[in-house]
């Protein structure tokens, strides 16, 4: 649980608290109406990758323009 709290970027304590209500099916949306399911998890996971892959290709997209300048 602590690597995978890690590569997702969370605290390990988060990770734990949602597989247990996960398990005892209390993990529900953000309104409280409905449970989440695996796949729902999954895609909001894959966007908050995303979002970081987006931003560190940013900064190296600007990186790359500072350094390709070279030498003034």
Request: no cysteine; hydrophobic share 40%; net charge positive.
């Amino acid at each position: 649980m602590r690597a995978a709290a890690r590569q997702l970027n969370i605290a390990e304590q988060s990770l734990f608290n949602g597989v247990k209500a996960q398990r005892e099916g209390r993990l529900q949306d953000a309104a409280g109406s409905r449970t989440v399911s695996a796949e729902q998890m999954e895609i909001s996971r894959l966007r908050a990758e995303l979002a970081q892959v987006k931003m560190e290709r940013d900064l190296l997209g600007k990186a790359t323009a500072y350094f390709a300048k070279g030498p003034r």
